[in-house]
């Protein structure tokens, strides 16, 4: 064969890069490819520093070009790390370093809310994205678990005669919750107001920095904590996640249309569908609906709400939970792409909602 350009992108089309199970032509990692008598030079771009797969695929790349060409050719192998897209950047009530705030929740709880935003801020993390996540669930925090930060406090910061919290950061993600002031072992009973007051806290006595996506875990159903967000800050949009069945989705229609309400009018950017089918472990290509199928498909289309993720249910999601490693930070595995895929549909939902709408105003209760 020929050393020319268009053979030896047919050769690398062979390499398949594992998180997507695309060939790295196809998946956009070839960037360019460069030929010089009996020299080859091959760019290789990929979407962040810490990509798992990096040196296995350049090592693909250099196997499939020496058994073709022979080990005599000049192989240079360049990699680069590709730009990160910004969020367009919508005011929000005061905290100009954070481009969009978004509220993950659901109409009613049991649905793995805190699950979804969890990894879906690692997933964001991973690319790039600068992410922190608020746990609005007062009464029952459970972000420091879930991370595996529960034991730690936060420390401050005097910044202009003002004391500010530094959040947690793990997983490249920042976080703050009740949940590291208060003792675990002990019941949360707060009336509402003093709960409203604690949520505050948490937004604007915090150096966050700059974000491209602070994410609210908020807690079930429709309650004084979801007003006091919209009342507080801006919100850009809505994430509503809802199971499969028809209970689940009865609740998630009431949290979607608590958001499109007349005053309220929060932007609905999607719907993630956890817990969508049981597959086990050793049989990946198996589906079983277990909780029913086709519920928020038909939720998406009688409400025009695009359905961002289906989640399925693995026994790993819930051992990572409990054990402070999110699912999204293994990669290879089946849950891990659907994260990945969850995060890439976001952004985009994001960036089409502020390229067509103004920006979200606070609610203002007369």
Request: charge should be negative; glycine fraction near 8%; proline fraction near 5%.
């Amino acid at each position: 064969m020929n050393i020319t350009k268009e053979n030896i992108e047919s050769i690398l089309k062979s390499v398949i890069y594992p998180e997507t199970g695309n060939d790295i032509v196809s998946e956009g990692i070839v960037e360019n490819i460069e030929i010089k008598g009996n020299s080859i030079t091959i760019s290789l771009a990929f979407s962040k520093a810490t990509d798992p797969f990096m040196n296995s695929v350049k090592r693909s790349v250099k196997t499939v070009i020496e058994q073709e060409f022979g080990t005599g050719i000049v192989l240079d192998l360049l990699t680069k790390i590709k730009p990160q897209e910004k969020a367009k950047k919508p005011r929000n009530g005061g905290l100009s370093d954070i481009h969009n705030i978004i509220a993950i929740a659901s109409g009613k709880g049991g649905v793995g809310k805190s699950t979804i935003t969890v990894n879906l801020a690692v997933s964001l993390a991973q690319k790039g994205y600068k992410v922190a996540v608020i746990d609005a669930d007062i009464f029952g925090p459970s972000i420091p678990k879930m991370f595996g930060v529960e034991n730690i406090k936060p420390s401050g910061v005097v910044e202009n005669e003002q004391e500010l919290i530094l959040p947690i950061e793990k997983y490249g993600v920042k976080m703050l919750s009740v949940g590291f002031f208060v003792d675990p072992s002990n019941a949360t009973i707060w009336r509402g107001p003093m709960a409203s007051g604690v949520l505050k806290q948490l937004i604007f006595h915090t150096k966050w920095g700059e974000l491209d996506y602070l994410l609210f875990d908020m807690p079930p159903g429709t309650s004084d904590i979801h007003l006091t967000l919209v009342q507080t800050v801006a919100v850009t949009g809505a994430v509503i996640v809802s199971t499969p069945q028809d209970v689940a989705v009865a609740d998630a229609r009431k949290g979607l249309a608590m958001f499109k309400a007349d005053g309220i009018e929060v932007p609905v950017l999607g719907i993630a569908e956890n817990m969508s089918w049981f597959t086990p472990e050793e049989l990946p290509e198996n589906k079983y609906y277990i909780f029913g199928k086709g519920g928020v498909a038909k939720l998406s289309q009688e409400t025009g709400t695009k359905i961002l993720a289906q989640i399925p249910i693995v026994q790993s999601i819930c051992e990572s939970g409990d054990s402070g490693e999110p699912i999204a930070i293994q990669t290879g595995s089946l849950v891990h792409k659907a994260f990945s895929d969850f995060a890439d549909n976001f952004v985009e939902a994001v960036n089409h909602r502020n390229n067509t709408l103004p920006p979200t105003k606070q609610v203002i209760v007369n």
